[in-house]
């Protein structure tokens, strides 16, 4: 049971980590108990919050927003390949999937999150009975100099009857019809991406290295006193092939501007929109040529937020480079061979830091 904030303020032993982190509480805890001022453990340095003077916010631009109705027009596929190239960044609109699938995997990770502290944290790293499920919050807290303020859920799809074993009833079927509603529009943006790097044909072996696993997250940013002072996700790169990612209506995310590393864009919430963004393995699959950018969600002060990505990933065993057809004109290869395992969790082991995580296969 969460302490009474007077309890807590009259103690000077109480461990807010312990009780977030360890305890299953999550930030959503913290929330909960109403507290007025941000916890000193989630004071990000001056250089990670949004509204610093090194940091321009371009409200005024966006990243593009692609109708995919048309979608044997060849200026679709364009469009594809050239936001992956300058934006790496995108949004897709009448792509197929209904809106309901929308509201019902958003309801779910309300419900999930609603859930108390001790339904929860059977779903954590130390208490799942599998790994490939993950309740938890902020991201690498046991490596981080300051939390994030987020929890989040996440769900390794391996079948459905592995779903209907161990995901969390509270969400499980809702994520799944997600996930699988998202399969076309998945295959479809592939094929487009491929395209344009002179890959002919995605065969069984070249689906299974751009799709060949997917996980979904469901993220949970409660209301966040002083959420100036703090960040809801860090400077990060996405490890997987494809983000597809569905978010509510209240916004925050921000996306860095590709020619001025300064500039931050917004991603304005769209109704039925999903937000399309390369990831690094994408970015060495093609050697360089779609760009996996940088991105980060600010706190929020009034509201709570909800967003769900699944990530289209490598097969953990998986060796990724720059593939051979991207390499047939003379290219020079600018990444090297890595098992896609080691990439994940060399990312997983370190706090956000932004771009870095891919040099890692750098050449
Ligand atoms: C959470 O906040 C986030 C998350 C993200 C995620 C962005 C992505 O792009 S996720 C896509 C990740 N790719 C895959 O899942 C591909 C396939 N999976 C794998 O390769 C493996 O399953 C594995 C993820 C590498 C785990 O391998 P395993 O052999 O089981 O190794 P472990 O020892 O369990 O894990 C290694 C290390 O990583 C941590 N970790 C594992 N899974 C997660 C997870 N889902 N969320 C958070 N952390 C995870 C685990 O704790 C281990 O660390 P230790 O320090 O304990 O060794 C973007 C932004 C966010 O804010
Ligand atoms: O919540 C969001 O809008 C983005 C979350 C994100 O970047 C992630 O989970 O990797
Ligand atoms: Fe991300």
């Given amino acids: 049971m969460a302490p009474s904030l007077s309890t807590i303020f009259s103690s000077n032993t109480w461990n807010v980590k312990n009780f977030v982190v360890n305890e299953g509480h999550g930030v959503k805890g913290l929330a909960d108990m109403g507290i007025e001022t941000l916890p000193k453990q989630y004071i990000q340095p001056l250089e990670e919050r949004i509204y610093t003077s090194n940091v321009k916010l371009a409200e ?26 300058k934006w790496g960044f995108f949004q897709i609109v009448n792509h197929g999937i209904p809106i309901q699938v929308f509201e019902n995997v958003k309801d779910a990770t309300h419900r999930f999150f609603a859930l108390p502290a001790e339904e929860k944290i059977k779903y954590s790293k130390e208490y799942s009975s599998t790994n490939n499920v ?27 009857e592995e779903a209907a074993d161990f995901w969390p009833p509270a969400c499980r079927d809702e994520a799944l019809q997600f996930m699988k509603k998202a399969n076309l529009v998945i295959k479809r943006l592939m094929e487009a991406l491929m395209k344009g790097l002179n890959v002919k044909e995605v065969d069984e072996a070249k689906e299974s290295l751009l799709m060949g696993s997917k996980r979904i997250n469901l993220n949970y940013y409660p209301k966040c006193p002083n959420p100036e002072l703090t960040v809801g996700v860090g400077r990060h790169s996405d490890v997987s092939t494809l983000t597809i990612l ?28 999903l937000v399309i963004n390369v990831g690094d393995a994408l970015q060495i699959l093609s050697n360089g040529r779609y760009k996996s950018i ?70």
């Avoid at 966006?62 to 200026?75: G, L, Q, R, T």
């Avoid at 309740?135 to 989040?152: C, H, I, V």
């Avoid at 995310?253 to 300064?262: G, T």
């Fill in 60 to 85: 005024e631009l966006s990243i593009p927003v692609i109708d995919m109705s048309n979608w044997n027009d060849p200026n679709v596929a364009n469009s594809i390949c050239n936001a992956a190239e």
């Fill in 134 to 160: 993950r309740f938890g919050t902020s991201f690498t807290p046991q490596a981080e100099q300051a939390l994030e303020w987020k929890d989040y859920l996440s769900l390794f799809y391996v079948s459905d």
């Fill in 246 to 273: 569905l978010q509510d209506n209240i916004g925050g995310l921000y996306v860095r501007k590709l020619d001025n590393d300064s500039t931050w864009l917004p991603v304005p919430p769209i109704n039925g929109a």
């Fill in 294 to 363: 940088e991105h980060r969600v600010i706190a929020n002060g009034s509201n709570n937020r909800v967003s769900v990505p699944i990530f289209v990933n490598p097969k953990p065993n998986d060796v990724i480079g720059p593939l051979q057809e991207v390499l047939e004109n003379g290219e020079k290869p600018v990444y090297k061979q890595v098992l896609y395992s080691d990439y994940v969790k060399h990312f997983f082991r370190k706090a956000h830091d932004g771009k870095d995580t891919v040099d890692f296969a750098k050449i």
